[in-house]
Nanobody
Framework: QVQLVEAGGGLVQAGGSLRLSCTAS????????MGWFRQAPGKQRELVAH???????HYADFVMGRFTISTDSVENMVYLQMNNLHAEDTAVYYC????????????????WGQGTQVTVSS
């Protein structure tokens, strides 16, 4: 069982920045893929970014160079640095762990955090 706890959400103006963090209850190097997802009201959950245990990263097209995913193996944490936020980035952001797969779809992920709200005002 892996527990994930997100933090760092909040209200920010368009163009601003936030850094989300996710604390895992286990060594994240034992997890194949750590991902950040988001879900806006009335919309499907979508992948924002993921990072593999060997630090390969993948980003959704809508990120357009604005977000950076990273890990801290000492603290068992995953971060999502979000810059130049847009109103369309408003959503609940979730941290997720795909223990043994490739993280291709949200259905591949085994464990989820409770989510943190990000609200971007225009």
């Amino acid at each position: 069982q892996v527990q994930l706890v997100e933090a760092g959400g909040g209200l920010v103006q368009a163009g601003g920045s936030l850094r989300l963090s996710c604390t895992a209850s286990t060594n994240i190097f034992s997890i194949n893929v750590m991902g950040w997802f988001r879900q806006a009201p009335g919309k499907q959950r979508e992948l924002v970014a993921h990072i593999t245990s060997n630090r390969r990263t993948h980003y959704a097209d809508f990120v357009m160079g604005r977000f950076t995913i990273s890990t801290d193996s000492v603290e068992n944490m995953v971060y999502l640095q979000m810059n130049n936020l847009h109103a369309e980035d408003t959503a609940v952001y979730y941290c997720a762990a795909d223990v043994s797969g490739y993280g291709g779809s949200w259905t591949d992920y085994d464990y989820w955090g409770q989510g943190t709200q990000v609200t971007v005002s225009s």
